[in-house]
């Protein structure tokens, strides 16, 4: 039900559905409590609420799950885990370390989904991290998008998304002409959880991109309903995307040579904003579209280059070896 409400996009609602279920849960006993909590969580209060104060929480509601043997609940916390430490950008050489434990503690559980779809979890960041994964399927030696049997439309959603995020780290124009294609397929399959704005904002950045580079329109109107869509979010609470906002605005000014100026202001704000947030993928698609913007339409090749030699040093950092290969080989 409240995912339902959050697609509707009521979130106050939404908010006092989740207060009202934690407050019944605390009534009640903790049997529940780990279900109660990764719903309330994952659907609802980290759109409202810091990323960074959901893993202990997400931690506490997985060891609660498995006190009372519910296995499944406890399983679905830890892929949750998973998900919410690469939507803030955390450091893939540390996060793809953590996969295999968890792929075999799910296995002992006899949770068969939820191992699968982490392998494919899994397998996207080896691609990302080394610029292996080539076009929308993933693959490789841990596992295989196509060989996956799509038991439920959430799990064909979560497939979907994770297609979307090794395309993005590759090429913007195959990252578009997908969201031109599928538009909210995702958004529809897995209503409501929190991740549903990474994948809009990087579908957001993608059209954007293509729209100032072909001048066509149905890339520039599907990135303008994505950036309305973001802004109402941060206008609705949510304190985690204030730079997805910032730098769709700068993509919409830079559409227009009266915008540049705007444009400059909102790159510059949408990075110190990543930066603060610690997320280190968006500190760097930041700089690297601002980089685009500074060589493509101010001719400033010298900003340019400082911008994508910031791109590169985050890209870096984050672990995405075959991003920092492709741009240093831009700055050559």
Not at 88 to 117: C, D, N, Y
Not at 127 to 147: A, F, L, R, Y
Not at 284 to 312: G, H, I, M, P, Q
Request: positive net charge; proline residues 1%; aromatic residues 12%.
């Amino acid at each position: 039900i409240v995912s339902w409400i959050v697609l509707k996009e009521d979130f106050r609602v939404a908010l006092a559905s989740v207060e009202a279920a934690l407050s019944i849960q605390k009534s009640v006993g903790q049997q529940n409590e780990g279900w109660t909590m990764f719903s309330s969580y994952v659907f609802c209060l980290c759109w409202h609420e810091h990323y960074e104060s959901f893993i202990p929480r997400f931690e506490y509601a997985y060891q609660s799950a498995l006190k009372f043997g519910k296995s499944e609940h406890a399983m679905w916390m830890l892929g949750a885990t998973l998900t919410l430490k690469y939507t803030m950008g955390k450091s893939l050489k540390s996060l793809v370390k953590e996969f295999q434990p968890i792929v075999l503690i799910m296995e002992e559980h006899q949770q068969t989904e939820q191992a699968r779809l982490t392998k494919l979890k899994w397998q996207t960041i080896i691609n990302i991290t080394t610029g292996s994964g080539k076009g929308t399927n993933i693959e490789g030696s841990v596992s295989d998008s196509k060989e996956q049997t799509r038991d439920s439309s959430f799990f064909l959603g979560e497939v979907h998304w994770l297609e979307g995020e090794q395309l993005i780290a590759s090429s913007f124009e195959a990252a578009a002409e997908r969201a031109v294609k599928h538009g909210d397929k995702y958004q529809k399959l897995c209503a409501g959880v929190f991740y549903n704005t990474i994948e809009l904002f990087h579908r957001g950045v993608a059209l954007y991109a293509m729209a100032r580079k072909t001048k066509k329109r149905k890339y520039r109107k599907r990135a303008v309903k994505i950036r309305k869509t973001v802004k109402q979010w941060v206008q609705d609470g949510n304190p985690n995307i204030e730079h997805y906002d910032l730098l769709l605005d700068a993509e919409h000014a830079a559409l227009n040579p009266k915008g540049y100026d705007m444009a400059d202001d909102f790159y510059l704000r949408a990075i110190g904003s990543a930066c603060r947030l610690g997320h280190l993928h968006h500190s760097a698609l930041c700089n690297e579209r601002y980089a685009d913007f500074l060589l493509n339409n101010r001719s400033d090749k010298t900003a340019a280059l400082y911008r994508l030699s910031e791109s590169v040093r985050f890209y870096d950092e984050w672990g995405a070896v075959g991003k920092v290969n492709e741009l240093k080989r831009q700055m050559r």
